[in-house]
């Protein structure tokens, strides 16, 4: 057994059984183990970041690691935009990243590089292999360190001669993941008493694994001991919405409507969420979100037992066992007509979602009021990008598929956020992939025009203009897709989007929609 068979076997051993590659000359006995280890699903990306993402998605379904196989330090460079999305979002990813034999790097040959420096910033653990011996505990230690405290990055880099020589140790066991933190008594009493003090102006923000449906349930009990708001930090690496489940706010990405939201709130509890800021900082607007006589308590980071301290907030409080389930008495809206525009975007997609959908959601600008309106949908999971870097959407929602292959995947994404990975559609045809994708063609980076402004550089010239749009020539989202394999349509008129986009949902397989306005 060499070291590469030596690593396929720990991960199987520890319930890595998905691995998403794009692979080079010093991967290729990792290849060859995964042809010769049964147990291992191999998804080729035909780019990184479309490996990286997939892995991301593959997390937020499973709650289990995938393995990803990148080449040298350029193919890690490649993913690190979707490792950082990851990253943000407490993704728990198995990075497998080739090395020049070790006798070989002395040379410096064109593709040496400083893999622990590129790997740093977007990884909780990194570990190098020097001998094939070392490759299947280093493998073991990389997936417990993936499963940690509710999901990490680990990385473990692979000298092909590590791979390629005799492991004599064999493969190794499963190590056990450590328990997670848990909340101090001191802030959950603390929390506890603000809330209560609070009332309607208090705020309960959650986020991570409180945002699935235990979590939920016991924030609605917290909710209606207390009367607090509940909400998240307006975006959220996985919700479950609707199907009874309670309604959960989201601060807003623009400062000023932030700022209006948080408005009137006192006292706000932190579990599994940050402290709100501005996304970004604007020409004399407050980073801070929150009013200056807000008094905010943490009670648990992203890492720590989320379930925990919400169950022992719930008992502080006194809150009831249980609550009636949530009904807004919303209906889905009427399928709309006539040229698009952002209302009737969302009200078209929120009517349309079918049950048990998961929505893959980057669509920054153009379905910016989707979320909102998917209140009266089904239930569903809701996927946003919790790191910014885009490009996100396609790749998370392979991933997503893959790990739940019985579950309808809709990713929605803009034009110019979809240009970033449009390999990902390659990767869906191959794998036959049960994604239907809406692409808003609105032939422009429309956040940036909007952000422009934002920032108070006003009045934009026409170079300035030129590097916002995407025109001369305008894309063809129909042709793109069919030359990756993928069935396409594109419309400009909303009754003709709905009778795509439904047509689409009950077509297995990948399916993309072009929205042009």
């Known amino acids: 057994m060499n070291g590469a068979e030596s690593l396929v076997r720990t991960f199987v ?19 060859a183990a995964l042809d010769r280890v049964p147990g291992v699903r191999c998804v080729l990306g035909l780019f990184e970041g479309v490996v ?27 993913g690190v935009a979707n490792l950082h999305n990851a990253r943000k979002a407490s993704s728990g990813v198995v990075n497998v990243i080739g090395e020049h034999a070790t006798h070989h790097l002395q040379y410096d040959a064109p593709l040496t590089s400083d893999i622990e420096g590129i790997a740093r910033p977007v990884s909780h653990w990194i570990g190098r292999a020097n001998t094939a011996g ?6 073991a230690q990389a997936v417990a360190a993936a499963r940690s405290h509710n999901g990490q990055i680990a990385s473990l880099i692979l000298p092909a001669d590590t791979a390629w020589n005799e492991a004599p140790q064999g493969e190794a066991r499963p190590l056990p ?17 603000a809330l209560k003090k609070a009332g309607s102006k208090g705020m309960l923000i959650l986020g991570g694994i409180a945002l699935q449906r235990q979590g939920l349930l016991l924030a609605a009990r917290i909710a209606a001991a207390t009367g607090c708001r509940l909400s998240n930090n307006g975006f959220s690496a996985r919700i479950e919405r609707g199907g009874g489940l309670p309604s959960v706010g989201r601060i807003p990405f623009v400062v000023d409507l932030a700022l209006k939201y948080l408005a009137d709130v006192r006292e706000i509890a932190l579990i599994g969420a940050k402290r709100p ?25 992203v890492e720590g037992d989320l379930i925990d301290a919400l169950e022992r907030l719930a008992d502080a409080v006194g809150a009831p066992k249980t609550v009636p389930a949530y009904n807004p008495g919303l209906l889905r809206p009427a399928l709309p007509e006539g040229a698009p525009s952002f209302e009737k975007i969302a009200a078209a997609i929120s009517a349309l979602l079918p049950d048990n959908v998961v929505v ?10 989707i979320f909102a309106a998917a ?19 396609l790749p998370v929602a392979v991933g997503a598929a893959i790990a739940a292959p019985d579950r309808k995947i809709v990713a929605l994404t803009g034009d110019g956020s979809a240009f970033y990975t449009l390999q990902a559609l390659w990767t869906m045809a191959r794998e036959q992939l049960n994604v239907t994708m809406v692409i808003f063609a609105n032939r422009s980076y429309a956040i940036l025009r909007n952000e422009l402004a934002n920032v108070g550089a006003a009045n ?3 170079r300035a203009i030129d590097m916002l749009t995407l025109d001369r020539p305008d894309p063809d989202w129909v042709a793109l897709a069919k030359g990756h394999g993928v069935a396409a349509v594109s419309v400009d008129e909303m009754g003709d989007f709905s009778r795509a986009f439904a047509a689409a949902l009950e077509t297995r397989g990948p399916q993309l929609v072009e929205l042009r306005f």
């Open 177 to 193: 993941v450590p328990p997670r933190a848990r909340a101090d008594d001191t802030q959950v009493k603390a929390a506890a008493a």
């Open 52 to 78: 990286t993402g997939a892995a991301d998605g593959y997390w937020r379904l499973a709650q289990k690691p995938a393995a990803t196989l990148l080449h040298l330090g350029p193919g890690l460079a490649n």
């Open 134 to 139: 070392e490759v299947a505990g280093l493998g």
């Open 360 to 369: 893959v959601d980057e669509s920054v600008t153009s379905g910016r009021g």
């Open 277 to 301: 800021v501005a996304f970004f900082a604007y020409p004399g607007k407050p980073s801070i979100l929150t009013p200056d006589d807000c008094n905010i308590t943490p009670v648990l980071d």
């Open 460 to 462: 934009p010239g026409p």
């Open 375 to 393: 209140e009266a949908s089904g239930p569903h999971d809701w996927l946003n990008n919790m790191g910014g870097s885009i490009g996100y959407s």
């Open 13 to 31: 051993a520890s319930g890595v059984d998905v691995c998403f590659a794009n692979p080079g000359t010093s991967e290729m006995h990792f290849v």
